[in-house]
């Protein structure tokens, strides 16, 4: 079993820049992919980034790569995602998720195996 906790989502003005973080615990004999997903009010959740366990491979949903980076903790415990040059249609509950082994495409997210609580992100223009 592997626990999700997101944190870091705030109001920021357009333009600005934030820093999302997924800690997990329970996971002491597991490696793990990571993905992040955003749901505004009245849309579907949608992808946004994703990591290997490694580090060394990262996804990123359409113009999102120039502005938004994935990264994983020295320690494997922690995921990030950057985010800069903030848009209001960057307005979302931010979730991060967990996908233990290589079962299906990261960018579905019935490819995960455990989802975080989400946390908000609010970007005024």
């Known amino acids: 079993q592997v626990q999700l906790v997101e944190s870091g989502g705030a109001l920021v003005q357009a333009g600005g820049s934030l820093r999302l973080s997924c800690a997990s615990s329970?996971?002491?004999?597991?490696?793990?992919?990571t993905g992040w997903f955003r749901q505004a009010p009245g849309k579907e959740r949608e992808f946004v980034s994703a990591?290997?366990?490694?580090?060394?491979?990262?996804y990123y949903a359409n113009d999102i790569k120039d502005r938004f980076t994935i990264s994983r903790g020295s320690d494997k415990t922690t995921v990030f995602l950057q985010m800069s040059t903030l848009k209001p249609e960057d307005t979302a509950v931010y979730y991060c998720?967990?996908?233990?082994?290589?079962?299906?495409?990261?960018?579905?997210?019935?490819?995960?195996?455990?989802w975080g609580q989400g946390t908000q992100v609010t970007v005024s223009s």
């Open positions: 990591v290997t366990w490694s580090g060394r491979t990262t």
């Open positions: 998720a967990a996908q233990l082994y290589i079962g299906g495409d990261l960018k579905f997210s019935a490819s995960y195996d455990y």
């Open positions: 329970g996971h002491t004999a597991s490696t793990f992919a």
